[in-house]
């Protein structure tokens, strides 16, 4: 079992930047892809992004890439969301998650990942 928590959520204005954090309980986090998702008011959760176990490989959802960077520090077991250039659009309910599955191709598939954590709000003002 793994226990993923995220801090780092906030109210800021459009334009501004937040950095989410995801700390993991488990020792074995570096053996895990981590993905942060979305979801806002009435609509299904949405990939973010989404990391390989070493950080040598990263994949964003179009909506945010060149945005957003994700970034992990295994030596932590913490996984990072920085978000710049924020829009009222990315407000949402952003989570964290952990999947066994290294399958590149599974990372954007909510279903793939085994771990969650309970959501950090972020509000864009505009």
């Known amino acids: 079992q793994v226990q993923l928590v995220e801090s780092g959520g906030g109210l800021v204005q459009a334009g501004g930047s937040l950095r989410l954090s995801c700390a993991a309980s488990?020792?074995?986090?570096?053996?895990?892809?981590m993905g942060w998702f979305r979801q806002a008011p009435g609509k299904e959760r949405e990939f973010v992004a989404a990391?390989?176990?070493?950080?040598?490989?990263?994949y964003y959802a179009d909506y945010v890439k060149g945005r957003f960077s994700i970034s992990r520090d295994n030596a932590k077991n913490t996984v990072y969301l920085q978000m710049n250039s924020l829009k009222p659009e990315d407000t949402a309910v952003y989570y964290c998650?952990?999947?066994?599955?290294?399958?590149?191709?599974?990372?954007?598939?909510?279903?793939?990942?085994?771990?969650w954590g309970q959501g950090t709000q972020v509000t864009v003002s505009s």
């Open positions: 488990r020792r074995t986090f570096s053996s895990y892809v």
């Open positions: 998650a952990a999947s066994f599955d290294p399958t590149r191709s599974s990372w954007g598939v909510v279903t793939a990942y085994d771990y």
């Open positions: 990391i390989s176990w070493s950080g040598g490989s990263t």
